[in-house]
């Protein structure tokens, strides 16, 4: 493979390595930093919603990762995210409801 996931170009050079010892790349084009065969695939927009659902029960976060297959660090991080949408909603439309953020906290 060896290919820019971004770009598609096989203009890359060697840039360390991750924790486990995978070989890193960075493209020369795009800049962009990739593994050959990663390991870890994208969360579905599928899992999300389950997450976002999830949320709305008041289910421990431990719970939620382990129901859902995604590490407790990645959900933490997702949930942090969802957090600062919400702030940033609500300063630059503060008469408007969102139902779908409002209710995590």
Known sequence: MRNCPSCGSDNWIK????????QKYQCKDCGR??????KNA???????????????????LAGIARVTGVSERWLQYYVTSLRAVH?????ILPNHYFYRTTDYW
Do not use: A, C
């Open 15 to 22: 840039n360390g390595s991750i924790h486990n010892g995978k």
């Open 42 to 60: 994208p969360i579905s927009s599928y899992t999300k919603e389950l997450i976002d659902k999830l949320l709305l029960e008041k289910i421990p």
């Open 87 to 91: 702030r940033i909603t609500m300063l």
């Open 33 to 38: 930093q990739f593994v050959d065969n990663p």
